[in-house]
């Protein structure tokens, strides 16, 4: 009997401490986006995508006002011109308005590259610095509170025991 509450205890012990060293884990949170819209380095990427984007603006204008003055220069010879000469003109207008979208359509994905492009050294670089303040402080877990996703996990991770459990 004596043997029992000695084992009891003990196991009480540990388990308490276990539960207590586990408990000990230090998070902290950031606002990343915050973080990143304070950067230097995104002030100037955002106005570098202002600036192509005020040029792409500027070209798509310029081809839709080019555009309207072929369309009234057609319609006003429309009448003096045979009807197979005004065929062809339509299909000359249908294929500019194309020519238009498709411009827009490749301006679009290249901003979207464009601003990938700048913005990944600049997160990169945010990650980072979140990383090595967390280190330093001696945080196991850094949440971002814009997404609640986790940064940093210096924890133990249980994918591998879980995948052994289930055999996988």
Same mark, same amino acid.
């Given at each position: 009997?004596?043997?029992?509450? &000695?084992?009891?205890?003990? &196991?009480?012990?540990?388990?308490?401490?276990?539960?207590? &060293?586990?408990? $000990?884990?230090?998070?902290?949170?950031?606002?990343?986006?915050?973080?990143?819209?304070?950067?230097?380095?995104?002030?100037?990427?955002?106005?570098?995508?202002?600036?192509?984007?005020?040029?792409?603006?500027?070209?798509?204008?310029?081809?839709?006002?080019?555009?309207? &003055?072929?369309?009234?220069?057609?319609?006003?010879?429309?009448?003096?011109?045979?009807?197979?000469?005004?065929?062809?003109?339509?299909?000359?207008?249908?294929?500019?308005?194309?020519?238009?979208? $498709?411009?827009?359509?490749?301006?679009? $994905?290249?901003?979207?590259?464009?601003?990938? =492009?700048?913005?990944?050294?600049?997160?990169?670089?945010?990650?980072?610095?979140?990383?090595?303040?967390?280190?330093?402080?001696?945080?196991?877990?850094?949440? =971002?509170?814009?997404?609640?996703?986790?940064?940093?996990?210096?924890?133990?991770?249980?994918?591998?025991?879980?995948?052994?459990?289930?055999?996988?």
């Amino acid at each position: 009997m004596k043997h029992l509450k &000695t084992i009891l205890l003990a &196991t009480a012990l540990c388990i308490g401490t276990i539960s207590f &060293t586990q408990a $000990q884990n230090k998070v902290a949170h950031i606002n990343t986006a915050e973080l990143i819209q304070a950067m230097p380095e995104m002030k100037a990427a955002q106005a570098e995508l202002e600036t192509l984007g005020k040029t792409y603006q500027a070209d798509i204008q310029a081809s839709i006002k080019e555009y309207q &003055t072929i369309v009234k220069q057609y319609e006003a010879e429309a009448a003096t011109k045979t009807d197979e000469e005004n065929q062809k003109r339509g299909l000359e207008l249908q294929e500019k308005q194309q020519n238009i979208q $498709q411009f827009q359509a490749d301006a679009q $994905q290249d901003m979207q590259k464009k601003e990938l =492009d700048l913005l990944k050294p600049i997160t990169e670089k945010a990650k980072a610095a979140i990383l090595k303040v967390a280190r330093v402080q001696g945080y196991d877990y850094v949440l =971002d509170a814009a997404q609640s996703v986790i940064i940093m996990s210096d924890g133990k991770n249980l994918l591998d025991d879980v995948k052994k459990e289930l055999g996988i």
